[in-house]
């Protein structure tokens, strides 16, 4: 943990947004350091400016599940959106479910059903 931890900042620091998600990533879950879920939120940030896709699926669930902040699920559904727009699976997997049971946004089966068939299509081979 500790030379993940000290790679992930010297490349960090680099301006490397893998890493800065990373650290986000090592706030989030403790590993290293103290937990903080705002410190989390702060990284993913961070990385989601320099366009990491990871990121905005971190700051994703982390909308969902209230990490840091409040639940706020269009917000949710903006990262999920966002990402899933530049090719995150996960991304449009955590779509199709909140089209499907209507979570910060309207309930739709059809735009469910098509985003589950988009992750197959495109899915692992």
Excluded: W
Aim: charged letters at 15%; a positive charge; one cysteine or more.
């Amino acid at each position: 943990n500790a030379s993940a931890l000290a790679m992930f900042t010297a490349a960090s620091k680099a301006g490397v947004a893998s890493a800065i998600n990373g650290l986000g990533y090592m706030h989030l879950h403790g590993i290293g350091m103290p937990q903080s879920a705002s410190q989390a939120r702060k990284y993913f940030s961070k990385a989601a400016e320099a366009n990491n896709v990871d990121a905005l699926y971190n700051l994703g669930v982390m909308s969902l599940r209230g990490q840091g902040a409040n639940r706020e699920f269009q917000l949710a559904l903006k990262h999920f959106t966002s990402a899933s727009q530049r090719g995150h699976l996960q991304s449009l997997h955590k779509l199709a479910q909140m089209h499907l049971h209507g979570i910060g946004t309207q309930k739709s089966c059809q735009k469910a059903v098509k985003s589950f068939m988009a992750v197959t299509l495109r899915g692992p081979r």
